[in-house]
């Protein structure tokens, strides 16, 4: 569907009832059943949602009772996603650390230079300080 015809679409369904709204629902899953292939859902907790919210609509519970638990289940989605990309995030400096890569830099690209670059070494090789002759007369152990 071109994206035009998806926003005229929404901007329609926007001022719909939820009652409404449902009914628009079963007539779209019936055109997708006699005519198109069925688009599921991405995630397991999307999922799960849409089961449950299609056994309360078979159960004939009011449609501020779907409502409601919807919202509440939509909301421990954004949930479970920020949990999961912490998660991922966590993850993935752990592998960066066992690789012996410098930790991603917060707003940056991961492994970008630092701003102070580092110090480098004296070119050639280093050289030897001569040792330091003893003093005559008293550099030696002491004796009783």
Same mark, same amino acid.
């Given at each position: 569907m071109n994206d035009l015809l998806m926003q005229r679409i929404l901007r329609r369904l926007e001022s719909l009832s939820d009652e409404r709204g449902y009914q628009v629902l079963d007539y779209v899953e019936f055109l997708e059943s006699k005519f198109a292939e069925r688009a599921s859902p991405t995630g397991i907790f999307a999922k799960f949602t =849409?089961?449950? =919210?299609?056994?309360?609509?078979?159960?004939?519970?009011?449609?501020?009772a779907i409502s409601g638990t919807m919202g509440a289940m939509d909301s421990a989605a954004k949930v479970m996603k920020g949990f999961a990309a912490a998660g991922k995030s966590v993850v993935e400096e752990a592998v960066r650390a066992a690789e012996g890569k410098p930790p991603a830099v917060p707003g940056g690209t991961a492994g970008a230079k630092p701003s102070v670059p580092p110090a480098k070494p004296a070119a050639g090789p280093p050289k030897s300080v001569p040792p330091t002759p003893p003093k005559p007369g008293g550099g030696g152990p002491a004796s009783p």
């Open positions: =849409e089961t449950v =919210e299609d056994t309360m609509r078979a159960g004939k519970l009011p449609i501020q």
